[in-house]
């Protein structure tokens, strides 16, 4: 016992020995620290004046052990101690999100995909259909959604138009509607090419939208064949207006006041007149004859004739028959329209003619459509359709090879050549109407004068 006693002693002994070794080592060399700073500021204190000494404090590096806060506290006390994080309350929390409407998508199924309740999104559709169909809204048509974790709709934001806009908000259990009408300006544009290809590739290559564009086939198509009567070197002119949104940057045709064609030195010009009577607004040759044809020459745009009427071998068959219509070719889902005002007598499958609809006009006169990809929407049998309506779609379906269309013109129940049919006119502008128009026309040559300079002036 003595001994194990004897070595204990001598343990302590040699740990407190060591314990002073240690603490004089230190000392040591935190002095050894502080002269050697001394000595590496003295230069610097010789040759600067401007720096001066300062006494190097080191007893904060010793911090004595008492000063350290060791004391024993309850786990509860310090979870009590930490802060809680900041929390929102719930009924505050929304997300807001830009949806679009998908194809064969309805607005009720857009807003429960969109997180919204069933039930709620019931509601929405009924404050919304007291000012627009929901029912024909577009594929792609954007909805601005302000949505709570509760499921429910505290904001829906719909652009209606070009420039308004629908925003429903939440009050209390039901929702407040509120109609917007963005500012927009008037900007005219004066432009004027030569036609090197078609006059829609050279439209566009003058900068000229696919709205005017097609505006212009509409203007010109009662007095002008496209397929045969422009040529390289003619020359286009176009005067219009536009409407611009300058909240979202976009803008849209508004009016064309005049058009002119120069083909082969004979020059075509149409201008806009709104008139009390039947005919309301629409274009007239300078001496106020009316333009618009009782059918037009090319129901579909940006075409190219690709078979007339006549004798001809079938491209199917391939015996000589005869061809009692016109082929056009144009890409496929190309847009045909109405060539004039009528009552739809069929819109069905019709053996070789495929897709297949015909209209009876006024005066004795049909026309018929065939190969078409499908029809556009509320066309059918017993209907009506006004001259220049989209009636379906350029296709392939039927006895054929390829895409068109093809187009027959029926005359007391005989097929003519459209391109040598006779067809009336509207009539011309009298009394007041003429004299009205004609000071149109002059303001309107007056503004062209002055747009012309401006461009001849920039350039």
């Given amino acids: 016992m003595i001994y194990y006693l004897r070595k204990v002693g001598l343990s302590v002994r040699r740990l407190t020995i060591f314990f002073l070794i240690d603490i004089w080592r230190m000392a040591f060399l935190l002095v050894l620290l502080s002269v050697q700073s001394l000595a590496i500021a003295g230069p610097l204190l010789e040759n600067h004046s401007n720096v001066k000494s300062v006494q190097y404090d080191l007893s904060f590096t010793l911090?004595?052990?008492?000063?350290?806060?060791?004391?024993?506290?309850?786990?509860?006390?310090?979870?009590?101690?930490?802060?809680?994080?900041?929390?929102?309350?719930?009924?505050?929390?929304?997300?807001?999100k830009k949806v679009q409407l998908a194809k064969n998508q309805g607005v009720l199924s857009l807003l429960v995909d969109s997180g919204v309740d069933r039930a709620e999104a019931y509601k929405i559709i009924q404050a919304l259909s007291e000012h627009v169909n929901v029912s024909i809204l577009p594929v792609g048509k954007e909805f601005n959604l302000t949505i709570d974790t509760t499921g429910k709709l505290n904001k829906l934001t719909l652009v209606v138009g070009f420039a308004e806009s629908l925003e429903l908000v939440r009050h209390g259990d039901n929702y407040r509607t509120n109609q917007f009408e963005s500012p927009v300006d008037a900007r005219k544009y004066y432009v004027k090419g030569e036609i090197s290809g078609s006059l829609y590739q050279s439209g566009k290559e003058s900068g000229l939208s696919n709205s005017v564009l097609t505006k212009l086939n509409e203007i010109f198509s009662y007095s002008v064949d496209f397929q045969r009567q422009i040529r390289a070197g003619d020359q286009f002119s176009v005067f219009y207006d536009t409407l611009f949104n300058s909240q979202t940057g976009k803008e849209k045709l508004n009016r064309?006041?005049?058009?002119?064609?120069?083909?082969?030195?004979?020059k075509i010009s149409l201008y806009r007149f709104s008139t009390e009577g039947p005919q309301g607004v629409d274009y007239f040759y300078p001496d106020g004859q009316g333009s618009r044809g009782f059918l037009m020459r090319t129901p579909l745009e940006n075409a190219r004739l690709s078979s007339y009427f006549g004798r001809r071998?079938?491209?199917?068959?391939?015996?000589?028959?005869?061809h009692k219509g016109l082929d056009f070719g144009a890409p496929l889902g190309t847009p045909i329209l109405a060539a004039g005002d009528g009552i739809i007598e069929r819109a069905s499958y019709f053996g070789s003619f495929g897709n297949y609809i015909r209209i009876r006009h006024g005066s004795g006169i049909k026309t018929i459509y065939a190969h078409l990809k499908g029809y556009a929407k509320g066309i059918?049998?017993?209907?009506?359709?006004?001259?220049?309506?989209?009636?379906?779609y350029l296709g392939a379906t039927g006895r054929v090879q390829g895409r068109h269309l093809h187009y027959e013109i029926h005359k007391n129940g005989t097929a003519v050549d459209p391109l040598r049919l006779d067809l009336p006119i509207s009539k011309g502008l009298v009394g007041d109407s003429l004299n009205q128009f004609s000071q149109q026309v002059q303001k309107i040559?007056?503004?062209?004068?002055?747009?012309?300079?401006?461009?001849?002036?920039?350039?």
């Avoid at 806060?69 to 309350?89: F, N, T």
């Avoid at 064309?256 to 004979?266: D, N, P, Q, T």
């Avoid at 040559?445 to 350039?459: A, H, M, R, T, V």
């Fill in 380 to 392: 059918s049998k017993g209907g009506r359709v006004k001259q220049g309506q989209v009636i379906g």
């Fill in 445 to 459: 040559q007056d503004e062209l004068i002055k747009y012309g300079q401006q461009n001849q002036f920039d350039s």
């Fill in 313 to 322: 071998k079938h491209p199917v068959l391939g015996y000589t028959r005869v």
């Fill in 63 to 96: 911090p004595l052990l008492n000063d350290l806060s060791l004391v024993h506290q309850d786990e509860g006390m310090q979870r009590r101690e930490v802060a809680p994080p900041y929390r929102v309350e719930e009924e505050y929390l929304e997300r807001t």
């Fill in 256 to 266: 064309i006041l005049f058009a002119e064609l120069i083909l082969s030195g004979e």
